[in-house]
């Protein structure tokens, strides 16, 4: 392990009560984390991804998403906290979905286990949004037509998963056929059912960087994460990034938004 990815595998120091009120805006009803990949280490047991140990894409950074996530159960304990990611590793081999994984490192660094849901269901961003859509229609339909629900991933993957969401609210009919990931011919009207409460309310789908959330309190994580800024990984996987994202507003036929 190298000097500066050590730091971010310190011990973080939890935010206090207000200093995360202001970065979310008020007080979290839910918390979403977004899925990702995990990595063998050297004697072969799987592991999330750190900053240098990067994918495919040229980036990992999966375990900062983790960490920030019980960042804000140590100040919320009592905050649902969804896991979400079907990822069994890039070999397929994981004994344990990517989501029970996160579950279990949250569980480990005190997070309590009623607090964690787990989403194992689901493989790709696109997914990932038609569930955070449904959870808050869900919860409009209940009355919480207020809620507040915080989405946990990394800064340099939010504009392209906050223009998937918007993408699929605005125009699902045009979105969802077009991904050929997935057949999203089965969500129809029980999507539509969850999609027009959530289009009525007040609920807020917050995008959150997990890397402002570790460095609350704590300059050594920002400085680390600026030094991650000039890697080679982080350049790659920020090109891979904008391209997915014209890509993504072409392919919704949003191209006002690029």
Request: glycine content about 10%; overall charge negative.
């Amino acid at each position: 392990m190298t000097n500066i990815e050590a730091v971010s595998r310190e011990a973080q120091p939890q935010g206090t009560t207000g200093e995360y009120l202001r970065l979310f805006g008020g007080k979290p009803d839910m918390v979403y984390l977004l899925g990702g990949g995990l990595i063998k280490d050297p004697d072969g047991n799987y592991q999330l991804s750190g900053y240098l140990s990067p994918n495919a894409h040229g980036l990992g950074g999966g375990i900062h998403r983790m960490e920030a996530a019980a960042n804000i159960a140590a100040v919320f304990p009592t905050l649902p906290i969804v896991s979400c990611g079907g990822n069994r590793g890039a070999d397929g081999a994981s004994p344990i979905t990517y989501a029970a994984f996160v579950a279990n490192e949250l569980q480990k660094r005190g997070v309590a286990e009623t607090s964690i849901f787990e989403k194992g269901d689901v493989y790709t961003t696109s997914m990932e949004m038609v569930h955070i859509i449904q959870t808050a229609g869900k919860l409009a339909t209940l009355g919480y037509d207020e809620a507040r629900i915080v989405v946990v991933t990394n800064e340099i993957y939010i504009p392209r998963v906050e223009t998937s969401l918007w993408a699929l609210a605005r125009n699902y009919t045009k979105f969802l056929p077009k991904n050929k990931y997935e057949d999203f011919s089965k969500f129809g009207e029980s999507f539509l059912a969850d999609l027009t409460p959530y289009a009525h309310s007040n609920t807020q789908i917050l995008f959150s960087a997990c890397e402002a959330i570790l460095s609350v309190d704590n300059p050594a994580f920002a400085e680390y994460y600026e030094g991650i800024k000039t890697t080679d990984a982080f350049k790659t996987r920020q090109g891979h990034e904008l391209q997915g994202l014209k890509d993504l507003m072409v392919w919704a036929n949003y191209n006002s938004r690029i």
